[in-house]
């Protein structure tokens, strides 16, 4: 299989050495973006300074009132959405994905890659081992509980309102929760802010399978939902929903992981960037 990935698999996928203290071999997510951001911000402001004042384009009165479609401006580097090859994440395509990131097995190839690993490849730009993915796994679960007034709050929502809007309610109801809100209230530098946009990030990510899970059950069902922590990000979102078989845990990390970044361009991903900007929740 090696054989046939591409240079970009390649050059991503980490070797560890052999006889590594396993007990401590396992950089944590944080610590591996730790020691990327100084490099990051390094090479950013490298660019702004000399390509700062460079035109990238030009804008017309159609694009103007047509919302900005096909406007250059936005800058990202997660994914790449091309009409004849498809997708590619960090340079890596779907098959590529599949065959280098690790499983819920635990053997590489074998069976549909953990959401935890991309999202580890989306924001690192590196293959994790399976020990990283299962101490993000670990740590994601840890960060799952609601704040208390939540899923009173959805379970008092109109069961016709659209579970879209209840998804809305019930994430913004989490704000009270947020690590950067506290931050930026308490005058944190400006240098340190990725910190704490990191904190609220990841703790979004743990919460959102209950909130969509509440809203489904609540709607379809009869309100209940049951965990299973013993299992991976998308196994658990599956025993939420109502759903034993493993088949499907597999069909639901595959589902989740094609659906984790669509290119920095579309809708979602400028208002991500455009609110963001602001600071505002």
Wanted: with cysteine; net charge negative.
């Amino acid at each position: 299989m090696a054989h046939l990935l591409s240079k970009s698999v390649k050059h991503l996928v980490r070797k560890i050495p052999v006889g590594q203290n396993a007990a401590r071999s396992v950089t944590t997510l944080q610590e591996t973006l730790a020691a990327q951001v100084p490099e990051k911000q390094k090479s950013l402001a490298a660019l702004k300074k000399e390509y700062g004042n460079e035109v990238i384009g030009q804008v017309t009165i159609d694009q103007c009132i047509g919302g900005a479609r096909g406007v250059k401006c936005m800058l990202w580097e997660t994914s790449n959405l091309d009409p004849e090859e498809g997708i590619r994440f960090r340079g890596l395509t779907i098959p590529e994905c599949q065959a280098v990131l690790p499983t819920f097995s635990g053997v590489t190839g074998d069976g549909e890659p953990l959401l935890e690993s991309l999202l580890w490849l989306l924001l690192t730009s590196e293959v994790p081992t399976k020990e990283q993915v299962d101490s993000l796994t670990a740590e994601l679960h840890s960060r799952s509980e609601l704040p208390p007034h939540v899923i009173p709050l959805l379970n008092s929502l109109p069961k016709d309102m659209h579970p879209m809007t209840q998804f809305a309610i019930g994430l913004n109801a989490c704000q009270t929760q947020s690590k950067f809100a506290k931050a930026y209230a308490d005058g944190v530098p400006k240098t340190d802010y990725h910190n704490y946009v990191l904190e609220d990030v990841l703790t979004v990510i743990a919460v959102l399978p209950e909130i969509a899970a509440t809203i489904y059950r609540n709607v379809y069902f009869d309100g209940v939902v049951t965990k299973d922590t013993s299992l991976d990000y998308s196994g658990n979102f599956a025993r939420m929903l109502g759903y034993e078989d493993p088949s499907f845990d597999e069909l639901m990390r595959l589902y989740l992981c094609i659906h984790t970044d669509h290119e920095g361009g579309n809708a979602s991903a400028h208002t991500t960037h455009l609110v963001g900007s602001t600071l505002s929740d």
